[in-house]
């Protein structure tokens, strides 16, 4: 018997969820990233999915949209005993807003071999001289969450060449 996922079915719940989100950005033309900010208690306080290119906003990732509105509801930027699920590994950028944020957790889905920083390109989380550290589990969902990105880049891709 093959031995049990580092994850829980909530976080496959969870991940779910910022997977519809993905699907969002799928549908108006943006990467397909979808983020939540969930509390320790199960409570979804941000949602948020990529927005680069109808803000015109290189920060408007999905995990920075998602931590954005969960700060304004608690009125804090620190985020303390807070989880965020992210369909794709997070970047330089949103990983170190999370460790700003002090999160205790990120989950994410698929990996990123070309701008991953949990592990992938990079593992900012570990470097042993920052002040705060979170936990990170990856691969929730990977294959389905990889699918999605992969059918948008194939789909972009055949419309370029047509042009």
Known sequence: MAPPAPWTA???????LALELAQEAYDIG???VGA??????????????NRTIIDHDPTAHAEIVALRAAAAQLENYRLPG?????????CVMCIGAMLHARLARVVFGAHDPK???CGS???????PKLNHHTSVTGGVLAETCGDLLRRFFRERRSKESKA
């Not at 909530?10 to 779910?16: G, K, S």
């Not at 939540?36 to 999915?49: K, N, P």
């Open 10 to 16: 909530q976080d496959e719940q969870f991940m779910r």
């Open 30 to 32: 943006e990467v397909p």
């Open 36 to 49: 939540l900010v969930v509390s320790a208690q199960g409570d979804i306080l941000g949602r948020g999915y």
């Open 82 to 90: 807070i989880s965020v699920y992210v369909t794709l590994e997070p």
């Open 115 to 117: 701008t991953g920083a």
């Open 121 to 127: 390109v990079l593992d900012v989380g570990a470097v």
